[in-house]
């Protein structure tokens, strides 16, 4: 006969909801900036205007006022570059960024051969126009005109895929992570059958045969375990762990952290659960031992 015993409810998960929102907030926001800076290789241009230079760039349009701008120069080969933040590909610079020759200066720029500086309201921009003498006469004589950064956008989009890529992959390892920790809380148990308990974790199994256990306690370890391999969550605790106090080689399948039923093998592995009524659950797996 197989006498099922099953953990306490967690408190909601709540941690585990948190952490999912949190974690896919951030991944979006990395690639709504993967794809802010993809659409910056193929659009980024400069116009100036009868009053202002208008710089285009992925999702933003910056206005510089031309009355506000008190100086315009060439940095050919700006060195010591830091980038704050923003992006920094092979054909794509924009953000914030500080070099040698500038300081600090927003960067709206493809390439970093030759740097078109405006100073403006306080502000240190930098341009990189294919004609960057043509875009200096277009601001000191007003004269409205479009200007093309240099480079292929192919490039910059290429220099992007690996990121953008990468952050896919992050999504989707999240996404299911967080779903496989959402049904180990959902179908945990313990399952004493007549040859072995079972712990069935909501993923794989975990089959620990009567033989080759060599201790059974209930107790509350001092101190707190260190997640080695697997989840920690509020009272979700899958997985290895160290906690001198629990046992060597220790493999946790709970949903509270106190107090634990240990089971210490033969191998000099330790095994901690967590099933409701543990003072029924260490009788019953004694008597089975006997």
Request: net charge positive.
């Given at each position: ?51 202002a230079v208008e710089v285009r760039s992925g999702l933003r349009t910056t206005v510089i006022d031309l009355d506000e701008i008190s100086k315009v120069?060439?940095?050919?080969k700006p060195t010591k570059g830091i980038r704050v933040f923003g992006t920094g590909t092979a054909g794509l610079k924009t953000g914030r960024w500080?070099f040698a020759e500038t300081g600090d200066i927003t960067l709206f720029a493809t390439q970093l051969d030759l740097l078109l500086v405006i100073d ?171």
């Amino acid at each position: 006969m197989t006498e099922t015993f099953y953990p306490p409810q967690p408190a909601r998960t709540t941690g585990l909801v948190a952490t999912r929102i949190v974690t896919l907030v951030i991944l979006l926001f990395a690639l709504f900036s993967i794809g802010d800076s993809l659409f910056a290789a193929a659009n980024m241009n400069y116009a100036v205007t009868p009053t202002a230079v208008e710089v285009r760039s992925g999702l933003r349009t910056t206005v510089i006022d031309l009355d506000e701008i008190s100086k315009v120069s060439l940095v050919e080969k700006p060195t010591k570059g830091i980038r704050v933040f923003g992006t920094g590909t092979a054909g794509l610079k924009t953000g914030r960024w500080r070099f040698a020759e500038t300081g600090d200066i927003t960067l709206f720029a493809t390439q970093l051969d030759l740097l078109l500086v405006i100073d403006a309201g306080g502000v240190r921009y930098g341009l990189t126009p294919a004609d960057p003498q043509g875009l200096m006469q277009a601001i000191s004589t007003r004269t409205p005109g479009a200007f093309q950064p240099p480079g292929s956008a192919m490039r910059a989009v290429m220099g992007l895929a690996i990121p953008l890529v990468l952050v896919v992959v992050a999504v989707a390892a999240v996404l299911y992570t967080l779903g496989s920790i959402g049904r180990f809380a959902k179908g945990l148990r313990y399952e004493l059958s007549h040859d072995g308990l079972t712990i069935r974790t909501g993923l794989r199994p975990v089959r620990i045969g009567y033989q080759d256990l060599q201790e059974v306690e209930l107790t509350s370890p001092k101190g707190y375990p260190l997640r080695l391999a697997g989840a920690s969550i509020g009272g979700l605790l899958w997985g290895r762990f160290r906690w001198n106090e629990a046992g060597p080689k220790l493999r946790l399948y709970t949903t509270r952290m106190k107090p634990l039923v240990l089971l210490r093998l033969k191998d000099g592995r330790t095994f901690g659960i967590t099933p409701e009524e543990d003072d029924r659950f260490v009788r019953a797996l004694q008597e089975r031992l006997r």
